[in-house]
């Protein structure tokens, strides 16, 4: 029998209630709206974004939680373990707000958006399938689900709600940046998973030797930088292209340093929170002089080469 996990804290309530991830989220959306089209104010669909990101983390860690193999005694469950009540009290809060916040909005997305977004999210989530792993969480496949689900609702769906998509090569270069950016994410979380995604039957990356996760995440991250270049070389993109830039080394110092940490505490405040780089690095820009200024400058040397 599995030990009981210990007494939580505000940590456990911020990153293992889903409230940090989602609001990585919601920052990330905001971040491709404002700095696209300068369209940043605040709106019901950043809320919509947080709430929904946290009814499917909650419902995700929920199912996670009764799964076979699930390694209960991690941290990570300490809420579902012992709140399991006010856990799914907070799952089902989470949905039907997000629900209300679809009438709320000035403009609502497109059904086809909604429908793939539901999907995606529903596919992961819900345990169907002979191991109850989810339809979309399947082997090998499982990062990829993870990085398009990110892409629609932190790309796609702000750039479409401003009312002014980039055409052509911009629109394509901005959403395969950004899934290659939570690939990469994706890919770490993975080796953390890689001994429960075996007990489930779930093949990855991860269970071969770590280099290989090591590898395929440097080259995400590296597609990303080559796609945010090229954005920086077009007239319009280059504040957008910098403020991700400024995020792409501190994620190639936590691939260096990926399977050094072992806690879920280190992966969801390090690997959940090079999410919410972008966000917070654009605030550096708008707040700070003189990095809006360096940020000016990268974009000028950037197009000189």
Partial sequence: MAAKPSKTSWQDW????????ALAAAGLAWTTAF??????????????????????????RIFSFARKGAQTQRARYRLVANYP?????????????????????????????????????????VPLGKNHNGLLRRSYFKPLVVAGGWTLITAYLP????????????LYLVLIERFLFSLTVALCFDWR??????????????????????????????????????????EYWGLYAATMLFSYPIGFALIYFL?????????AWLYNGLLALPPFFIWCIIWIPWFKEFALSLIYMIRLL
């Avoid at 990303?224 to 920086?232: E, R, S």
């Avoid at 399977?259 to 992966?267: A, C, E, K, L, V």
């Fill in 14 to 21: 911020l990153l293992f209630g889903h409230f940090w991830i």
């Fill in 259 to 267: 399977g050094r940490w072992q806690s879920d505490y280190s992966f």
């Fill in 159 to 170: 750039l479409h709600y401003a009312g002014e998509l980039p055409t052509g090569f911009n």
């Fill in 193 to 234: 998973d890689r001994k429960v995604d075996r007990q489930q039957g779930i093949k990855t990356l991860a269970q071969q030797p770590l280099s290989w996760s090591k590898t395929a995440a440097y080259i995400s991250l590296g597609g990303a930088i080559a796609c945010c270049l090229m954005l920086i070389k077009g």
């Fill in 35 to 60: 700095l696209s089209h300068g369209k940043g104010q605040l709106s019901y669909l950043y809320l919509l974004i947080l709430l929904g990101t946290l009814a499917l983390y909650s419902w995700h």
């Fill in 85 to 125: 009540q006010l856990s799914r009290s907070l799952a089902v809060l989470a949905s039907l707000s997000s629900l209300l916040l679809l009438f709320l909005l000035e403009e609502v997305p497109s059904p086809l958006v909604l429908s793939i977004g539901l999907i995606i999210g529903l596919g992961y989530v």
